[in-house]
T-cell receptor, first 115, second 113 residues
Framework: DAKTTQPNSMESNEEEPVHLPCNHSTISGTDYIHWYRQLPSQGPEYVIHGLTSNVNNRMASLAIAEDRKSSTLILHRATLRDAAVYYCILRDVEGYGGSQGNLIFGKGTKLSVKP | NAGVTQTPKFQVLKTGQSMTLQCAQDMNHEYMSWYRQDPGMGLRLIHYSVGAGITDQGEVPNGYNVSRSTTEDFPLRLLSAAPSQTSVYFC????????????FGSGTQLSVL
């Protein structure tokens, strides 16, 4: 069963911030939250990941709820090049009952960016 | 570094033919996996490996075999291709750890007629 739930699609205007939500209500204490994105006709690429604290990198920010049952990927200024499918997954190789290598991606959120 | 290399990029098979999709990585990653992606769908895990000599099934393993004789290579075998296996196949690898990021290949587009 999928461990994360994401909206099927979202729209954004160019140069505006985008908040992509992900619910993971059954997350365990050792699950890391990872985000990947897939541009059209390409393989997925890593965006960001975190455990408990909010994280920032050059691509995006990750806001993690205090109870860790949800997270939000934030693109601060969407560009046309950010139009992609965004996947939120949980990765746990250490915890009891963790995903080990069985990483479930699901369908992700298709982000459209309007000029 | 080449990263994750998949070959071929495109392949057309007839029903019943066999073939092997190749995946190689040069990053000394312990973990490797195969996904398939059908039109408009997300990624579905076929098989994965956590090290040489160790493989396990994912969500959709039927019709596919894998082996991991070296750290670098993780081939995916279709023993008797079926039209339902028409898809884009992605290989991914990473170091073994919950906070390790996955690296993906560019994909193999397979059509089975």
């Amino acid at each position: 069963d999928a461990k994360t739930t994401q909206p099927n699609s979202m729209e954004s205007n160019e140069e505006e911030p985008v908040h992509l939500p992900c619910n993971h209500s059954t997350i365990s204490g050792t699950d890391y939250i990872h985000w990947y994105r897939q541009l059209p006709s390409q393989g997925p690429e890593y965006v960001i990941h975190g455990l408990t604290s909010n994280v920032n990198n050059r691509m995006a920010s990750l806001a993690i709820a205090e109870d860790r049952k949800s997270s939000t990927l934030i693109l601060h200024r969407a560009t046309l090049r950010d139009a992609a499918v965004y996947y939120c997954i949980l990765r746990d190789v250490e915890g009891y009952g963790g995903s080990q290598g069985n990483l479930i991606f699901g369908k992700g959120t298709k982000l459209s960016v309007k000029p | 570094n080449a990263g994750v290399t998949q070959t071929p990029k495109f392949q057309v098979l007839k029903t019943g033919q066999s073939m092997t999709l190749q995946c190689a990585q040069d990053m000394n990653h312990e973990y490797m996996s195969w996904y398939r992606q059908d039109p408009g769908m997300g990624l579905r895990l076929i098989h994965y490996s956590v090290g040489a000599g160790i493989t396990d099934q994912g969500e959709v393993p039927n019709g596919y075999n894998v082996s991991r004789s070296t750290t670098e290579d993780f081939p995916l075998r279709l023993l008797s291709a079926a039209p339902s296996q028409t898809s884009v196949y992605f290989c991914a690898s990473s170091y073994w750890g919950s906070d390790e990021k996955l690296f993906f290949g560019s994909g193999t587009q397979l059509s089975v007629l």
